[in-house]
Nanobody, 117 residues
């Protein structure tokens, strides 16, 4: 059973930075796109950033220029560098993997990011 474990969340002041990590339990992320989602209180879960198997990133408009997604297949880890954080970035951040060519997908349990002064 594949597990995705997020880490790096916490409390940060507006304008601050955090780096989230998502570690997979097996050698599964290679060849698959990886994504970060977030869910704020009372809101639906939304896609924040995606990185293709080839390393091409894509971002939600509101985080472009502030967030950077990257991957290290050798470490089975995906990262989300978040800079210039705003209170509206406050949410639980989830890692997501869809195994390409199948209906199989995995979610992490999430890590809480709180942006507040």
């Amino acid at each position: 059973q594949v597990q995705l474990v997020e880490s790096g969340g916490g409390l940060v002041q507006p304008g601050g930075s955090l780096r989230l990590s998502c570690a997979a339990s097996g050698s599964i992320i290679g060849g698959n796109a990886m994504s970060w989602y977030r869910q704020a209180p009372g809101k639906e879960r939304e896609l924040v950033a995606l990185i293709s198997s080839g390393g091409s990133p894509d971002y939600k408009d509101s985080v472009k220029g502030r967030f950077t997604i990257s991957r290290d297949n050798a470490k089975n880890t995906v990262y989300l560098q978040m800079n210039s954080l705003k209170p509206e970035d406050t949410a639980v951040y989830y890692c997501y993997l869809h195994v390409e060519g199948t209906s199989v997908n995995y979610w992490g349990k999430g890590t809480l990011v709180t942006v507040s002064s």
